[in-house]
């Protein structure tokens, strides 16, 4: 069963910080990986979709990497800012079209400035 | 690009009460829905798969006669949580995506708030 870990749980940094956010997972036979932010009381905003044949991607102040042999993934963030706060989910695709995410916990990311 | 909007994003109602929640694309047609559920603190879990046209499929756990899940068209799938009860109070959110491509879109979600 596909089980997806992210660590940490929480975050506080201060405002210009970069900083990483990790995801495992326990099977490496994936379709692809998807980051998603998550405002407080709100639904998903996909940030980034790696295909598991990619090894990075990149959007903005946002890189994504996957090493689907180790079953890792990493969201970097620069040059953090206040609005970037919210919960950053790490989701899993096992199969094509017509399958579900299997999601992490999230981490929960706060900036101060 | 493509959206989907649900509705109500916030529920409060009596145990006991059934509940309806709709998910629509709104700019594409979707065959396949996907129905999720986050409790405080943890991670969103696919409760089932809902088809347009024939009958949805649930994950183990998840009763069936419980939550009621129509799909009778390609933009509209309807969750219907029967007979309310607290243990239910979460946060519902739909996704789908054109022809079952990704990236997955997701709803704004319904917070759902049994007393």
């Known amino acids: 069963k596909q089980e997806v870990t992210q660590i940490p749980a929480a975050l506080s940094v201060p405002e210009g910080e970069n900083l990483v956010l990790n995801c495992s997972f326990t099977?490496?036979?994936?379709?692809?990986l998807q980051w998603f932010r998550q405002d407080p009381g709100k639904g998903l905003t996909s940030l980034l979709l790696?295909?598991?044949?990619?090894r990075e991607q990149t959007s903005g102040r946002l890189n994504a990497s996957l090493d689907k042999s180790s079953g890792r993934s990493t969201l970097y963030i620069a040059a953090s800012q206040p609005g970037d706060s919210a919960t950053y989910l790490c989701?899993?695709?096992?199969?094509?079209?017509?399958?579900?995410?299997?999601f992490g916990k999230g981490t929960t990311l706060s900036v101060s400035s | 690009g493509a959206v989907v909007s649900q509705h109500p994003s916030w529920v409060i109602c009596k145990s006991g009460t059934s509940v309806k929640i709709e998910c629509r694309s709104l700019?594409?047609?979707?065959?396949?829905m996907f129905w999720y559920r986050q409790f405080p603190k943890q991670s969103l879990m696919l409760m089932a798969t809902?088809?347009?046209?024939?009958?949805?499929?649930?994950e183990q756990g998840v009763e069936k006669d419980k939550f009621l899940i129509n799909h009778a068209s390609l933009t509209l799938s309807t969750l219907t949580v029967t007979s309310a009860h607290p243990e239910d109070s979460s946060f519902y959110i739909c996704?789908?995506?054109?022809?079952?491509?990704?990236?997955?879109?997701f709803g704004d979600g319904t917070r759902l708030s049994i007393l």
């Open positions: 996704s789908a995506s054109p022809r079952g491509e990704q990236p997955q879109h």
């Open positions: 700019d594409f047609q979707a065959t396949t």
């Open positions: 809902s088809n347009e046209g024939s009958k949805a499929t649930y």
């Open positions: 099977d490496s036979a994936i379709y692809n």
């Open positions: 989701a899993v695709r096992l199969g094509q079209a017509g399958t579900a995410l299997i």
């Open positions: 790696i295909q598991s044949s990619q």
